[in-house]
């Protein structure tokens, strides 16, 4: 029969980490029998299923609305409508085929941007075996009530949270969640304190984890939501989504154009009505200025620029899932990244051999490639220090479960971390796992248990034989008698054992003991802890999870670019600290923050925890919510933020970030949906790269906003000082589209193409506050579009001085501000390089696209229908060298400027 559940505890406001087995079960109404099936029906219908729920998907049509929601799109869109009012057909086909082109590419790329949730439920088990009324049931995970017993082996995933009720040799990959390293070694018969963070709760298993080794029972507690993934769930579902750097500053740059084009249009249309103009040159002249003002070409210009760019990050191994990113890692200021699979290899590592009191051994090699050996501190092993560390490997493969074998020419491994660990060693010393194994065949065993803490195996030929073991330290030494040293044994000092061990841990080691002895008569069936005495402590293995090789060149470039480096992980503040060492992020223990110390502020001003932040770089111990509020903090100082990572346990702090870039290979499925960008070879140095690519995006988008908004605002120029001159308007709304979309239109993506300078990593990152139209991009933009409009002003009134049709002289102003544009766009492929510096070829695309454009215009003089609609007509080639001689004092001028520019920055520089 079913005890009555405590409603006033269940579940929510209970830990049970906290309680006993008893206590537990009695809170959640269960025994060691499970739930009847009457009872587990009625908790699933006040529960629900256990099972996340399905996210309200994004239709085609919001993703098409979503194109249109820019300032830029807007002021587009009211110059088309007002354009179809005054009938100007051509006018509002130019716009709208921006619009529609811009819309179906922002569509493609958007497709498959919101699947958080779903990779989410995809990872909570289909199939759980439970305990229902003493009989053993395979059920639907879904079906799963809170006060459930389930059953769970080795290889299973878990497919709810519980409060363990037994185990046998219980240990779980929770890397998902806490981004611990190593798996964890459960236990049911603890109880915790309520402090206890998540990644050290050893009697609770979390749904989605694995169970590495062992087996257990578990009384559920919870379901669905309330299970630790589901809070994750929670999180991402109600997480606002953070807008990318560009796309902020594009946000502010286009409002901005938008209003100082506001009053420019009232001022002029003013002028117009006190002339004495009427209503429908008044409009048509505002038509012309909007074409004029607005970089009607920008929006395509901006999507093949990053898409550009997305493809040259895809070759440096950065994968780009949503297209305003790829310019975001340029931006950031701050990399916070996950230690573990991201900064290190995720490999467990054997790095040192120590022999307590005489000595130790360096390991060299990473990861789970078998390939190293030894060096001692003198250099070279000499032979007794050969044959030790012979006993110590052969030690760590026979008293092994793990596999290490090479199939197909590639090396495969299967089994518990530390045993591969152990074996990869033990074959960089040339003890190889088959032959040795082979020689000493498998008499008895004691598999390890973590209640144990140790594991014991007997080989030999059946007439005397040798134990080899291993295990934590402080349950080695109660067994051992003697230390193996390289010129023979002596009697063990257990002081400086555990001294020795000490030492390795504070240096963020897991540490194992190895120790050997022999049986001389006949060896028993079975061996037992009676068995395990006056053994030899052959040494202490230290073992890591290393840094990758090129982290350490990647953490220093990016503090060269001005890029702060900060690292978060579940791991215990020891290990974190050592790895921050390596990289430079600490010099000290006492740098670390933990969780605790973050908890311990929580209901405090946020400005105490911002300062908390703000002075540290390394942060251990940290649970999913906790990055969350690190990357939170850190946006509150006005850094733009890049979280990487390749857990569950990222996703959060992956979808707060400005950007999230999670790992390729390693990664979940979950931190890759959450991510804006992967990373398919889980390197951080292609972070690095990404950077580099996306400060040239960003780059390569203010040379065509320069050019495009220096070449606009020339045409105002033009267009002011015929009205203060009072001449007719110098060129046609249609002409000012076929200048703005074709001629310049082709330049401007041909720019998008531009490669990097050389110096991007050379460069501290843009400040958050600083706008796309900075002080020399102002500077730049005002000279060039005074040279440009007051030239072609002159030129428009000198030829029409002549008595030239007014037709006639708006065919030569258009012409000469093509060829403006055809010299201008040189002068744009950099803001502080000589036009001449540069190689022409380096840039084919450019140099071809722009005769292509001079072409084209020519092209259209020739052809009857185009000549027609542009009202433009063939001119002598003596008239087209004046105009280009006119149109290469642009030439002249902005390198003229470049020169003054960087001699006055190194004179500013040299005073300072």
């Known amino acids: 029969m079913d005890r009555a559940i405590d409603r006033n505890s269940m579940p929510e406001r209970i830990l049970p980490y906290t309680r006993s087995v008893e206590e537990a079960l009695k809170t959640y109404g269960s025994s060691s029998n499970g739930l009847g099936q009457s009872e587990a029906a009625v908790r699933l219908e006040e529960y629900g299923p256990n099972a996340l729920p399905e996210p309200a998907g994004t239709t085609l049509f919001q993703l098409i609305l979503r194109q249109f929601l820019s300032p830029l799109i807007y002021v587009l869109l009211v110059a088309a409508v007002v354009s179809l009012l005054l009938e100007e057909l051509a006018d509002a086909g130019f716009i709208f085929a921006v619009l529609v082109i811009n819309a179906v590419i922002g569509v493609i790329q958007e497709f498959h941007a919101q699947k958080s949730a779903e990779a989410l439920r995809n990872m909570v088990s289909d199939r759980a075996v439970v305990m229902r009324g003493g009989d053993t049931f395979e059920i639907e995970a879904s079906e799963l009530v809170p006060g459930d017993i389930i059953l769970l082996e080795s290889g299973g995933k878990v497919p709810a949270d519980a409060r363990l009720i037994h185990c046998f040799g219980l240990e779980v990959d929770e890397s998902l969640l806490t981004g611990e390293s190593v798996t964890v070694n459960k236990r049911s018969d603890s109880e915790l304190d309520p402090e206890t963070p998540m990644a050290d709760r050893i009697n609770m298993l979390f749904s989605g984890t694995i169970v590495a080794r062992g087996r257990g029972h578990g009384v559920v507690t919870a379901t669905g939501l309330q299970t630790e993934i589901g809070h994750l769930a929670q999180a991402l579902s109600s997480a606002e989504e953070v807008k990318a750097p560009l796309v902020q500053r594009m946000e502010k740059f286009t409002i901005g154009i938008a209003m100082v084009l506001g009053v420019v249009v009232l001022l002029l249309a003013a002028i117009e009505f006190q002339h004495g103009t009427g209503w429908h040159e008044v409009f048509m002249l505002s038509v012309a200025l909007a074409v004029s003002a607005i970089p009607e070409g920008l929006p395509v210009a901006l999507t093949v620029a990053l898409a550009i760019g997305m493809n040259r990050m895809s070759h440096r191994n950065v994968i780009i899932r949503r297209l305003v990113a790829v310019e975001s890692l340029g931006s950031c200021t701050v990399i916070a990244s996950d230690k573990t699979g991201t900064l290190t290899l995720n490999q467990l590592t054997v790095r040192r051999v120590v022999i307590p009191g005489s000595g130790e051994w360096e390991i060299t090699g990473e990861g789970d490639l078998p390939e190293g050996g030894a060096i001692s501190s003198t250099g070279s092993l000499s032979a007794e220090e050969d044959m030790l560390l012979e006993k110590i490997c052969q030690t760590a493969v026979l008293c092994n479960e793990a596999v290490l074998s090479k199939r197909d020419g590639?090396?495969?491994?299967?089994?518990?971390?530390?045993?591969?660990?152990?074996?990869?060693?033990?074959?960089?010393?040339?003890?190889?796992?088959?032959?040795?194994?082979?020689?000493?065949?498998?008499?008895?065993?004691?598999?390890?248990?973590?209640?144990?803490?140790?594991?014991?195996?007997?080989?030999?030929?059946?007439?005397?034989?040798?134990?080899?073991?291993?295990?934590?330290?402080?349950?080695?030494?109660?067994?051992?008698?003697?230390?193996?040293?390289?010129?023979?044994?002596?009697?063990?000092?257990?002081e400086m054992a555990m001294s020795e061990m000490e030492k390795l841990a504070e240096q963020g080691y897991r540490t194992l003991a190895l120790a050997h002895g022999v049986l001389p008569e006949m060896p028993p069936e079975e061996i037992g802890h009676d068995h395990l005495k006056g053994l030899t402590l052959l040494g202490i293995v230290a073992m890591i999870d290393p840094l990758r090789m090129e982290s350490q060149a990647a953490v220093f470039a990016c503090q060269q670019a001005g890029i702060r480096t900060c690292m978060i992980t579940g791991d215990h503040p020891s290990t974190a600290f050592v790895i921050a060492r390596e990289i430079g992020l600490a010099d000290r223990i006492d740098q670390v923050v933990t969780g605790h110390d973050l908890k311990a502020l929580d209901g405090e001003d946020k400005r105490v925890f911002d300062e908390l932040i703000a002075n540290s770089n390394v942060f251990a111990r940290v649970e999913p919510g906790q990055k969350a509020a690190i990357v939170h903090s850190l946006q509150r100082a006005g850094h733009f933020v890049a979280v990487t990572g390749d857990g569950a346990n990222d996703a959060p702090s992956l979808t707060a970030a400005h950007v999230g870039v999670a790992m390729g290979k390693r990664g979940t499925d979950v931190a890759k949906e959450c991510s804006d960008l992967v990373i398919t070879d889980d390197n951080f140095a292609s972070i690095v790269a990404g950077v580099e690519e996306g400060r040239i995006v960003y780059r390569n988008i203010r040379k065509v906003i320069f050019l495009l908004i220096s070449t606009g605002a020339a045409e105002l120029v033009l267009f002011f000082l015929a009205m203060l001159a009072g001449l007719p308007l110098p060129l046609t709304a249609v002409q000012l589209l076929w200048l703005n979309l074709v001629t310049n239109g082709i330049q401007d993506v041909a720019l998008a193409f531009e490669p990097g300078e050389g110096n991007e990593m050379k460069q501290p990152p843009r400040s958050p506050d600083e706008p796309i139209f900075n002080r020399i991009m102002i500077e730049r933009t005002l000279i060039s579009a005074a040279v440009m409009g007051a030239l072609a002003f002159l030129t428009f009134q000198y030829l029409f001085s002549l008595g030239m049709e007014l037709e006639t002289a708006r065919n030569s102003t258009l012409l000469l501000m093509v060829l403006f544009e055809n010299v201008h766009v040189f002068n744009c492929r950099s803001e502080t390089r000589s036009v001449f510096s540069h190689n022409p070829l380096r840039n084919r695309l450019l140099l071809f696209g722009t005769l292509t454009a001079q072409l084209i215009h020519i092209g259209a003089m020739y052809w009857p229908s185009m000549a027609g609609v542009l009202h433009i007509h063939p001119v002598t080639m003596d008239h087209w060298f004046d105009l280009l001689a006119i149109a290469l004092s642009m030439l002249v001028v902005m390198e003229l400027h470049k020169w003054l520019h960087n001699q006055w920055g190194l004179y500013s520089k040299q005073s300072g």
């Open 410 to 494: 590639e090396w495969v491994t299967h089994g518990d971390a530390v045993d591969v660990a152990l074996l990869i060693m033990a074959h960089k010393m040339g003890v190889i796992q088959a032959p040795t194994q082979n020689s000493h065949p498998l008499l008895a065993q004691i598999p390890y248990e973590s209640e144990r803490g140790f594991a014991a195996s007997l080989h030999g030929d059946g007439t005397e034989g040798d134990l080899f073991v291993k295990g934590a330290l402080e349950q080695l030494l109660p067994m051992c008698s003697e230390i193996a040293l390289p010129g023979g044994s002596r009697p063990l000092n257990i």
